[in-house]
């Protein structure tokens, strides 16, 4: 079945660096892929997503390019900030029999230092 | 504020007692979802509704118990607790057809001891 695989965390950064978060997926077809956040204490808010190969999803100042070829859709920053700090869940969803479902991988923590 | 909502926010259970966690949304979504966090395992889906009167299991059902009588609102039901389904459950919808990703309630966490 569909699988989404994130680095492990945490990921621990000053403030000001360049962060990447690795996140590849394995599935059929064309999926569609996602970059979900969630800060301490809510729940998971869309950040960013593509749906199609070569697409690049931004906001924020975070990006990532849907490769079909490498089956990846990484997570960067040029610059993170301390309010960055949070959990990063990426995902795909695949249309099957009328619904929308999504798989998630198990979430990559960032921390950011002043 | 528009999106979607679920009660309680914290909750405490011994185990066998029951509960119903309450999901509504104002959106007019078809879709709504289930799942559970547990550390280190991401997101887990217990139940999903396609719309009004329909469910479906999703990957970790056993012990939970769904019912969506109503388009806006998708309840999610533990008939007897057990300390293995202490967790933080969130509820999430979609409208139906296109990739817009889901809209996230801000989670239950709930104890079960």
């Known amino acids: 079945g569909d699988s989404v695989t994130q680095m492990e965390g945490p990921v621990t950064l000053s403030e000001e660096a360049f962060l990447t978060i690795n996140c590849t997926y394995t599935a059929t077809g064309y999926p569609s892929l996602f970059w979900y956040v969630q800060y301490p204490g809510e729940g998971l808010q869309l950040l960013l997503k593509a749906t199609k190969a070569d697409d690049k999803g931004s906001n924020k100042g975070f990006e990532a390019t849907y490769r079909k070829e490498t089956t990846s859709f990484h997570l960067e920053k040029g610059s993170v900030q301390v309010s960055d700090s949070a959990v990063y869940f990426c995902?795909?969803?695949?249309?099957?029999?009328?619904?929308?479902?999504?798989?998630f991988g198990t979430g990559t923590r960032l921390l950011v230092s002043p | 504020n528009a999106g979607v909502t679920q009660t309680p926010k914290f909750r405490v259970l011994k185990t066998g007692q029951s509960m119903t966690l309450l999901c509504a949304q104002d959106?007019?979504?078809?879709?709504m979802y289930w799942y559970r966090q547990d550390p280190g395992m991401g997101l887990r889906l217990i139940h999903y509704?396609?719309?009004?009167?329909?469910?479906a299991k999703g990957e970790v059902p056993d012990g939970y118990n769904v019912s969506r009588l109503k388009k806006q609102n998708f309840l999610l039901g533990l008939e007897s607790a057990a300390p293995s389904q202490t967790s933080v459950y969130f509820c999430?919808?979609?409208?139906?057809?296109?990739?817009?990703?889901?809209?996230f309630g801000s989670g239950t966490r709930l104890t079960v001891v």
């Open positions: 995902a795909l969803s695949q249309m099957n029999t009328g619904f929308q479902k999504l798989v």
């Open positions: 959106m007019n979504h078809e879709y």
């Open positions: 509704s396609v719309g009004e009167g329909t469910t």
């Open positions: 999430a919808s979609t409208p139906a057809g296109a990739n817009y990703g889901y809209t």
